[in-house]
């Protein structure tokens, strides 16, 4: 019996943004909540994010009818300022997040291993949507 390595995603956005301000929007929870969700009917009512190899973060997301709900949480492996955040999910998934500096623009590459409950493309669906949110709320927060 081989094991089996994890399915990979990876998802990507570029900013208009500086990384400085980029990196603010995605690790301070009073920007989290404003951004942290796939679409208009789920919002994320909380987040707590101890930003440091070793911390913790954990950010709440519901649907609005209170229909759903549950805590995206995990454990940093490694933070570089306005560079690289890499993190240990609940479920012992592996996330890295790398923010290349453009100029004015930051480039934000996540790569993620898959879940075994969803499909490939529905879960790179939902990831890029909250990205794709993330990059319209850190754009017009300028």
Not at 32 to 61: C, Q, Y
Not at 84 to 107: A, E, M
Not at 111 to 125: D, P, R, T
């Amino acid at each position: 019996m081989g094991t089996d390595k994890p399915v990979k995603i990876t998802i990507e956005a570029i900013v208009q943004a500086p990384v400085h301000q980029v990196w603010e929007h995605w690790t301070e929870p009073e920007h989290i909540t404003k951004w942290s969700f796939a679409s208009d009917e789920w919002h994320a009512p909380k987040a707590e994010n101890d930003l440091r190899t070793g911390g913790s973060f954990v950010t709440r997301m519901e649907a609005k009818d209170g229909s759903f709900g549950f805590d995206f949480s995990g454990v940093y492996d490694e933070v570089k300022t306005n560079e690289l955040i890499s993190y240990t999910l609940g479920d012992g998934r592996k996330v890295i997040i790398t923010f290349v500096s453009q100029g004015n623009d930051t480039k934000i590459i996540e790569v993620f291993e898959a879940e075994a409950e969803n499909s490939i493309a529905m879960q790179k669906e939902g990831w890029q949507a909250i990205l794709d949110n993330f990059k319209t709320y850190s754009e017009l927060a300028k």
